[in-house]
């Protein structure tokens, strides 16, 4: 059974980076097709997609972010990354990891998710 | 803003069925997955592709699409299904993921 794990600092000062790392276990993240994505939600708000990355290594961020964004992969640690720049106090949120079979262009679904990891922007 | 909108809240009572729906344009090409989302844990996938659920998540759950809106429906709605549920899918490029603004679903 796959399972993803988020860590990283809960606390990060304005106009600094933001970095988390999911690291993946019950199975290789450099095998099969998979799209390795992370989400994050703002307190009592919605879900919001911020980017992922495909097992081969292409990327796609979210129009709203792509300028701050960057997500890596570490195939020999099995993880993958977040970089988030510039943060604000927006970006407070419970950041999640998660995968979605790349199985059909028609149908994208998260099948595995990470428990979540609350980030605060603060100084 | 979301490309994908749902209702902010509906109700049902203890047993009866419920539809969740979620509209946007993209959807007329691609399909819905739906997520129920309880206070303090991560999203859970229900409902995938034309109407595929994951191993676990009881039949009373299903999925339809018709024209530019994805509906959940929930048949003999039990106390635990009251959650979020969030729709999510490609935005209309097809080159991004989207999610609705989710659903309250209470169950009374």
């Known amino acids: 059974q796959v399972q993803l794990q988020e860590s990283g600092p809960g606390l990060v000062k304005p106009s600094q980076t933001l970095s988390l790392t999911c690291t993946v276990s019950?199975?290789?993240?450099?095998?099969?097709?998979?799209?390795w994505s992370w989400i994050r939600q703002p307190a009592g708000k919605g879900l919001e997609w911020i980017g992922r990355i495909y097992t081969g290594g292409s990327t796609n961020y979210n129009p709203s972010l792509k300028s701050r964004v960057t997500i890596s992969v570490d195939t020999s640690k099995n993880q993958f990354s977040l970089k988030l720049s510039s943060v604000t106090a927006a970006d407070t949120a419970v950041y999640y990891c998660?995968?979605?079979?790349?199985?059909?262009?028609?149908?994208?679904?998260?099948?595995?998710w990470g428990l979540g990891t609350l980030v605060a922007v603060s100084s | 803003s979301s490309e994908l909108t749902q209702d902010p809240a509906v109700s049902v009572a203890l047993g009866q069925t419920v539809r969740v729906t979620c509209q946007g344009d993209s959807l007329r090409t691609y399909y819905a997955s739906w997520y129920q989302q309880k206070p303090g844990q991560a999203p859970v996938l229900v409902i995938y592709g034309k109407n595929n659920r994951p191993s676990g998540i009881p039949d009373r759950f299903s999925g339809s699409t018709s024209g530019n809106t994805a509906s959940l429906t929930i048949t003999g709605t039990q106390a635990e299904d009251e959650a979020d549920y969030y729709c999510h899918s490609r935005d209309s490029s097809g080159d991004h993921l989207v999610f609705g603004g989710g659903t309250k679903l209470t169950v009374l």
């Open positions: 998660a995968r979605a079979p790349a199985s059909s262009y028609f149908h994208y679904y998260f099948d595995h």
């Open positions: 019950g199975g290789s993240i450099g095998s099969g097709s998979y799209y």
